[in-house]
């Protein structure tokens, strides 16, 4: 493989892990935005039935609603995704610096056999 595919596998690669990681620091941010949305929709539907909510019972509640735990599994597995891909892209690096660093190796040798 050349220097160059080399070298654009790991610009692609890169680019792939960059995305992956927007997209996981977006999820983590929104874990905030709909545990608030949880918490208030509770209090808001206690108090349409005339009952009253804690905040501190409505965050109970909020945190062990199968909403919020789906957006936790799918936040865990925007995470692992981006630091897959990150791995990946490393790998890809190193790998174009070991066929430079071969390429220079065979250059001086090539140098001492003449």
């Given at each position: 493989?050349?220097?160059?595919?080399?070298?654009?596998?790991?610009?692609?690669?890169?680019?792939?892990?960059?995305?992956?990681?927007?997209?996981?620091?977006?999820?983590?941010?929104?874990?905030?935005?709909?545990?608030?949305?949880?918490?208030?929709?509770?209090?808001?539907?206690?108090?349409?039935?005339?009952?009253?909510l804690s905040q501190?019972?409505?965050?109970?509640?909020?945190?062990?609603?199968?909403?919020?735990?789906?957006?936790?599994?799918?936040?865990?597995?925007?995470?692992?995704?981006?630091?897959?891909?990150?791995?990946?892209?490393?790998?890809?690096?190193?790998?174009?610096?070991?066929?430079?660093?071969?390429?220079?190796?065979?250059?001086?040798?090539?140098?001492?056999?003449?």
């Open positions: 493989m050349t220097r160059d595919e080399l070298r654009e596998r790991w610009r692609l690669a890169t680019i792939a892990a960059i995305e992956a990681e927007d997209r996981a620091a977006r999820a983590k941010e929104g874990k905030a935005v709909l545990f608030d949305t949880l918490v208030d929709t509770l209090i808001e539907q206690a108090e349409e039935k005339g009952e009253r501190s019972k409505a965050e109970r509640i909020a945190r062990t609603s199968d909403q919020f735990k789906s957006y936790l599994r799918k936040m865990h597995d925007l995470r692992r995704a981006a630091e897959l891909l990150r791995l990946d892209a490393q790998d890809k690096d190193r790998r174009y610096w070991e066929g430079v660093s071969s390429e220079a190796t065979y250059r001086a040798e090539m140098r001492m056999t003449q």
